[in-house]
């Protein structure tokens, strides 16, 4: 072999390792979690019945069911990682957390940083105001202020109608967190914000905030939210996709939404003539 040969063949080694570098080094979540048997699900734990802490201070809850479940199916051990509603991306994106299990609605504009599995829940919105404002339904809340999650597919409907309301007395205050929302709709700081009806109906049960009452809901489209996994973790998307339909189709999913939500029928978890 002559010196051109050996020197075409070193050349050609050499670019063969530049290209297989990124996929030797870039190991799916997928294969990270079975081997370290250790799955980290980024969940709110502050928006019962999706998630919550039992008076123990145990995470419970929809979503983190979801975890424990996906969790046992990887043969692995669930940490449950507290992911406040304005955090769940950056958490994902930071690798803080392996899979996002938090009410997130798959956004466009979400989508060129994440990717969504189908949809693996489906919530209305309830308008939730306090005794003494006079709002009775979704239109009343023009002149108000008003409140909610910052970063939320909720916050983004509601500003899009204050802006077609173009009233100067209607106002909006965003809040880091579901909690600080309906302390300040406790305190007076705004007269309602909007919540996800299964959300809502826990939380007027709990009796935790007696001058809360229910006016109704929100005219926006079904709130379809879904699992999110790294954008380019397409072995763990096309995994996670496979257990949300498993969830489905092996019943777990009913009897998950009637342990926390209630005994009733699940909702589609599609738009109708809309296929994943």
Known sequence: MNLKTLTTYAMLAMVSSFIAAPYSQAASTLDKVVQSKKLRCGVMLDSPPSGFRTLDNKPD???VA???????????TAEVVETPSSDRIPALVSNRIDVLIASTTSTVSRGLTVAFSQPYMNYTTAVITRKGTGITKYQDLKGHVLGGVIGSSTEQMLKKDIAAWNDPKTSYIGYGSDTDAFLALQQGKVDSVLQ???????????GQF??????????????????AVRRDDFEMLDWVKLFVWNQVASGRFKEIYNTYIGPTV??????KGVDF
Request: glycine fraction near 8%; charged fraction near 15%.
């Open 61 to 63: 809850g929809f979503d």
């Open 66 to 76: 979801y975890c424990l479940d996906m969790a046992k199916a990887l043969g692995a």
């Open 196 to 206: 996800a009806t299964a959300v809502a109906g826990v939380l007027m049960k709990s």
């Open 210 to 227: 007696p001058t809360f009452e229910l006016a109704g809901e929100a005219p926006f489209p079904p709130d379809l939210v879904s699992i």
């Open 266 to 271: 699940p909702p589609a978890l599609a738009i």
